[in-house]
């Protein structure tokens, strides 16, 4: 059900609302903020413990609002008036929706199986009640020595850890961009 109408001012509230939290305060605060603090005061298996329930919730959302911007963009897009600037803005969601959904469903929840297991070798020699890794790298990277299974799932929990943030980085770009793009077709603030 495409249309040609302007969007009303409720439409538009809801696209500018559902493209904020994945590339506003919601993205930065996950990705820079909470996770050096949490990973500075809490010890290692609380802090992924807190991860392994928040990080779900926020790829989930990113994913949602990624689909919420994709259509109500289509509905008010109609294809066969779409220009090109207008087909690549679509991609770009569709890029969006696609990318975030994987890291939701795959990466993150992959990295939060991979990381409990972890914690559960850590504990039976005794580690995982140290704040943050630093505070006792020497440890760790012995285990990593001596146990196969753990350096197996170090290395995939590193593999998962680096495709979920390049997935991460992928939404960030294409949420700038939509931005860019919606704020260089405002016609006043």
């Excluded at 696209?15 to 005061?41: K, L, Q, Y």
């Excluded at 600037?85 to 696609?98: D, G, K, L, N, P």
């Excluded at 039976?124 to 890794?133: E, K, T, V």
Aim: glycine share 6%; hydrophobic share 40%.
């Amino acid at each position: 059900m495409s249309t040609d109408e302007e969007p009303t001012v409720t439409v538009k509230a809801a696209a500018a609302a559902a493209g904020s939290p994945p590339t506003g305060e919601c993205r930065f605060w996950v990705t820079f903020i909470s996770s050096f603090v949490m990973d500075n005061h809490l010890n290692r298996h609380t802090y992924g413990f807190i991860q392994s329930r928040l990080v779900p919730f926020y790829l989930h959302l990113g994913s949602a609002c990624a689909f919420f911007n994709l259509t109500i963009y289509a509905v008010y897009h109609p294809s066969d008036t779409l220009d090109d600037r207008e087909a690549f803005q679509i991609f770009i969601f569709f890029v969006s929706v696609s990318v975030a959904a994987v890291n939701a469903q795959w990466f993150g929840q992959m990295t939060s199986e991979i990381m409990a297991d972890m914690h559960l070798v850590e504990q039976a020699c005794g580690l995982g009640q140290d704040i943050g890794l630093s505070s006792n790298r020497e440890a760790y990277a012995k285990l990593c020595d001596t146990d196969a299974k753990y350096r197996r799932l170090s290395g995939r929990l590193r593999l998962y850890r680096l495709l979920s943030s390049l997935c991460n980085l992928c939404c960030v770009g294409c949420n700038g961009y939509s931005l860019c793009y919606m704020a260089e077709n405002l016609r006043r603030l």
